[in-house]
């Protein structure tokens, strides 16, 4: 890319989201993860530029911080403005924890509100193929940049029950939850899981056409289901 059409690019992502608040949306998020542009620049895998947008990490995050604060600049002062990072980018000789805690320090000065902390997608599979996965495999990130950044993240990866979830917010691990693949299986899962963590127990959080039907039927099942649809199974 030459340095003209990087400077397109940042205007093109300022007017995108001058574009999205002027249709309603309520919260614009960067996308500097997983492999798409603003992840190419910041890796050194990638980014073997030896201008001013290449060479050291403050050269590699100059295109994506650039985008950051057109974007910011381009949207009401009271929007939120979330940026996407892979932590890690999944390579050996890549880009690092430590890389994105100093990245975030950059974002927070520039009015970034939230770091959405996920992980590779540079290479092989375009979400964290490279990591290793388990329950929650992801939220050491978020934990991590909002401790030393003192900037508020968002975690994901793996977050699959109401409990787990509650339990990161509780511990200060991140201050919001991102459900993905979770919610496309059920998506209804943020009224399920408001349910399994005491509210919403008369479904009063669904639409009323739907919520009074459901507590009619919590009610008809009392003693042989539980409110969401479990059966009550006894010994014998």
């Excluded at 995108?16 to 620049?41: D, K, N, Q, S, W």
């Excluded at 992980?119 to 290793?132: E, F, I, R």
């Excluded at 639409?207 to 969401?228: I, V």
Aim: hydrophobic residues 45%; glycine residues 10%.
């Amino acid at each position: 890319m030459s340095i003209a059409e990087i400077k397109n690019l940042v205007d093109a992502f300022a007017a995108a989201a001058g574009r999205a608040i002027r249709a309603g949306f309520e919260v614009i998020e960067v996308h500097a993860a997983h492999g798409y542009l603003l992840t190419t620049f910041l890796s050194p895998v990638s980014n073997t530029r030896t201008d001013r947008y290449g060479g050291d990490i403050f050269g590699r995050m100059r295109f994506p911080l650039e985008v950051v604060e057109a974007v910011r600049a381009a949207i009401p002062e009271a929007t939120p403005l979330f940026v996407r990072v892979s932590a890690v980018d999944g390579t050996a000789e890549g880009w690092k924890l430590d890389d994105t805690i100093v990245f975030a320090r950059a974002l927070k000065a520039r009015g970034v509100d939230i770091v959405d902390c996920s992980s590779g997608g540079l290479t092989g599979s375009a979400t964290a193929g490279p990591v290793s996965r388990a329950l929650g495999f992801q939220v050491p990130y978020a934990a991590r940049v909002r401790s030393e950044v003192n900037i508020p993240t968002m975690a994901v990866g793996l977050i699959i029950e109401a409990s787990q979830a509650e339990a990161i917010l509780q511990q200060g691990q991140a201050d919001l939850i991102a459900i993905a693949r979770q919610a496309q299986f059920n998506p209804n899962l943020p009224l399920h899981w408001a349910h399994e963590l005491g509210l919403n127990t008369r479904f009063e959080m669904w639409g009323e056409e739907y919520g009074w039907w459901l507590n009619k039927r919590a009610r008809t099942m009392d003693g042989f289901a539980t409110p969401t649809g479990q059966i009550i199974r006894r010994p014998g």
